[in-house]
């Protein structure tokens, strides 16, 4: 296993609320890593804030790319995640 560090950590595992999630992660810069939990309890306030931040990163020109492997996730992935839910910006 392979330690990695982060840049944004919008603190969504404490639900702060989708608007505090969705402003913490749309401060990212090229390059960042954004930290999102997925676990750990209702995580409808990451979701929400996912669906509404990646398009805003991509039209800004990021780059979404898993951890895991560095390219885009499968397209076998579940209809319920929101695209880009598994990603990092590069």
Do not use: E, F, K
Not at 12 to 28: E, F
């Amino acid at each position: 296993m392979t330690s990695l560090g982060w840049d944004v950590d919008p603190r969504d595992w404490a639900r702060p609320g989708t608007a505090s999630i969705r402003q913490s992660l749309g401060s990212a810069r090229p390059g960042d890593i954004l930290l999102c939990h997925d676990g750990g309890g209702n995580r409808a306030q990451t979701v929400a804030a996912l669906r509404r931040v990646l398009p805003l990163l991509r039209a800004r020109g990021a780059l979404l790319r898993s951890t895991l492997t560095g390219r885009r996730p499968s397209a076998a992935r579940s209809a319920s995640a929101p695209q880009g839910a598994d990603q990092v910006v590069r």
